[in-house]
């Protein structure tokens, strides 16, 4: 696996989050997902990654954008729950509005 840095300048995130929200009007603009949760998928045996995949509960509300985190192992496969094993799975982030924090420049509210 190749070592690569995802640091963004803040400019940069700041052009790309404002690039979805006008190109999405109504949708979530994020959400925030506590510490613990992470660090329980992190924690995993064998885990090394996170990956997320963009989810809908319907298809009926295409605006409602969420994510599913699950653990990715070094050969870069989820870490999935089958039978005689347990893997962690994340959902439903608390939503950014209402759970944006202060105008900054990221949630431009």
């Known amino acids: 696996m190749a070592t690569t840095t995802h640091d963004i ?17 109504g949708a979530l603009k994020g959400g925030k997902i506590p510490k613990e949760d992470i660090l329980d998928i992190l924690q995993q045996q064998g885990c090394v990654e996170l990956r997320y995949y963009f989810a809908l509960d319907n298809t009926t509300n295409t605006n409602a954008i969420h994510i599913i ?14 039978v005689g094993r347990e893997a962690k799975l994340k959902d439903n982030a608390w939503p950014c509005p209402p759970h ?10």
């Not at 300048?9 to 009007?25: D, G, I, W």
């Not at 985190?69 to 089958?82: F, R, S, T, Y």
């Not at 944006?100 to 509210?109: D, F, P």
């Open 100 to 109: 944006c924090g202060s105008a900054n420049e990221l949630n431009h509210i």
């Open 9 to 25: 300048l803040l400019a940069n995130a700041a052009v790309k989050t404002l690039n979805f929200q006008n190109s999405y009007p």
């Open 69 to 82: 985190l699950c653990g990715v192992n070094a050969e870069g496969n989820d870490i999935l729950p089958i």
